[in-house]
């Protein structure tokens, strides 16, 4: 069964650019999670679709980040324009409707200098 | 969502039995307990959930007091490969729309030989 798939796997821009990661979940996986994970942190939920639509937003800074998740399968988080602490790695997970867990891709590394 | 707290580090040597201790005092009663493994640079990955009693798979075993505020993973037998940081989740089933995934600090544990 093929993972979450991610893209890219890292990623380097200057303060005040923009940048958009890219995930694909698995098959039939109605839920999709994107998370950001600084060093030496947890995982910090950003954002939850349930298929096309927006579960939970609420920690997403919404002056610079945004998401979508278009026909309910692949998603793109977006950047704009990025600041230094927005260096993390970006994951995203994705679950069945009725699952009991959740599966992560291998995620993106940000460095923004 | 109910708050976890779990140890920050814990070191261990292969062959031995290694129990992290999670307490969730304000836990709901429709929360599950959920914990995930995360090794360096790669996403989380499920191992186990639980409600009540005691759950075990192949990987690990989740013990719950009847009063569900406090959970234990015991992982048997671990070697240098469980090397990794341990995340206690407390809420919803995510079968149920809305059901979240957030994430604490994390157990780093240390398998040493």
């Known amino acids: 069964e093929a993972g979450v798939a991610q893209s890219p796997r890292y990623k380097i821009i200057e303060k005040r650019q923009s940048v958009a990661f890219w995930c694909n979940p698995i098959?039939?996986?109605?839920?999709l999670y994107w998370y950001q994970q600084i060093l030496g942190q947890g995982p910090k939920l950003l954002i939850q679709?349930?298929?096309?639509?927006?579960?939970?937003d609420s920690q997403l800074p919404k002056d610079r980040f945004s998401a979508e998740r278009l026909k309910g399968v692949d998603s793109t988080l977006k950047i704009q324009p990025a600041k230094l602490e927005d260096s993390a790695v970006y994951l995203c997970?994705?679950?069945?409707?009725?699952?009991?867990?959740?599966?992560f891709g291998q995620g993106t590394r940000l460095t923004v200098v | 969502l109910a708050k976890t707290t779990q140890p920050i580090s814990m070191d261990s040597y292969e062959g031995q039995e290694v129990n992290i201790t999670c307490s969730h005092n304000n836990i709901a009663t429709n929360d599950y307990i959920t914990w995930y493994q995360q090794f360096p640079s790669q996403g989380p990955r499920f191992i186990i959930q639980?409600?009540?009693t005691k759950v075990t798979n192949e990987v690990a075993s989740l013990f719950i007091p009847a009063d569900r505020k406090s959970s234990t993973l015991s992982l048997p037998r671990v070697s240098l490969s469980d090397t990794a940081v341990y995340y206690c989740l407390v809420g919803g089933a995510i079968y149920n729309q809305g059901g979240k995934l957030i994430f604490g600090q994390g157990t780093e544990l240390s398998v040493k030989p």
């Open positions: 639980g409600y009540k």
């Open positions: 098959s039939g996986h109605a839920t």
């Open positions: 679709f349930q298929n096309n639509g927006v579960v939970d």
């Open positions: 997970a994705s679950s069945f409707p009725r699952g009991t867990e959740a599966f």
